[in-house]
């Protein structure tokens, strides 16, 4: 399978703790992005990486996520105590370095807080 | 502030007809348009493209076109099959943005036999 894998497809969580989530990339797509989708929504920019280097993040992204993509591979999108706010579907997508081909979308990460 | 906007949350259309799915943008800025489709408990798949040097692509069944002057693109889907059936997402970009995405809200197509 050359697509783009998450893990978990879905996470119950209780408020307070940390949960993480991971992404493995297509392998030769240098771009990563996390997006979060709620109900109702389109999805929402959440932070970017070009290899292994984080170049911008959303004012969406509090303190209490942080992303890391180390050597450029797989990412991984860590939340700590988490609240009922933060029950959304997590997307990681990856791209080449043109938008002729859009982003390939992993199947998300479903979190629920409760 | 929505700056991207798909003011039809949903459309139903009968197979064989034509579906026309509308998507306004705000931002003066933006200079690449996209259209993702998505089923349920999947991630959005890449349908088709267009930068804003053009006002019409097409790919099989669908047809992207592009009024620049009215902030406005449609995305045309001939015929409609029932498989087709799912939600449609608006998306753009510009240059210098890393080619972060700003989505519409969606609109649930659906297709009946």
């Known amino acids: 399978d050359t697509g783009v894998s998450q893990d978990p497809r879905h996470k119950i969580t209780k408020r307070g703790q940390n949960v993480t989530f991971r992404c493995d990339p297509i392998?030769?797509?240098?771009?990563l992005y996390w997006y979060r989708q709620t109900l109702g929504q389109g999805p929402e920019f959440l932070t970017y990486?070009?290899?292994?280097?984080?170049?911008?993040k959303s004012r969406l992204l509090s303190d209490r996520f942080s992303a890391e993509r180390p050597k450029g591979s797989f990412s991984t999108l860590e939340i700590q105590r988490t609240e009922q706010g933060d029950s959304a579907m997590y997307l990681c997508?990856?791209?080449?370095?043109?938008?002729?081909?859009?982003?390939?979308f992993g199947s998300g990460t479903r979190l629920t807080v409760v | 502030d929505q700056q991207v906007k798909q003011n039809s949350p949903s459309l139903s259309v009968q197979e064989g007809r034509i579906s026309i799915l509308n998507c306004d943008y705000t931002?003066?800025?933006?200079?690449?348009f996209l259209w993702y489709k998505k089923y349920p408990a999947e991630g959005p798949t890449f349908l088709i493209s267009?930068?804003?040097?053009?006002d019409k692509n097409e790919d099989g069944r669908f047809t992207v076109f592009l009024n620049k002057s009215a902030k406005h693109l449609s995305l045309h889907i001939v015929p409609s099959q029932p498989g087709d059936s799912a939600v449609y997402f608006c998306?753009?970009?510009?240059?210098?943005?890393?080619?972060?995405?700003?989505f519409g809200k969606g609109t649930l197509l659906t297709v009946n036999p």
């Open positions: 997508a990856s791209s080449l370095d043109l938008l002729d081909y859009g982003y390939t």
């Open positions: 392998s030769e797509h240098n771009r």
């Open positions: 990486f070009q290899n292994e280097a984080q170049l911008e």
């Open positions: 931002n003066s800025m933006f200079d690449y």
């Open positions: 267009i930068s804003s040097i053009k």
């Open positions: 998306a753009a970009s510009h240059q210098g943005s890393n080619y972060k995405l700003t």
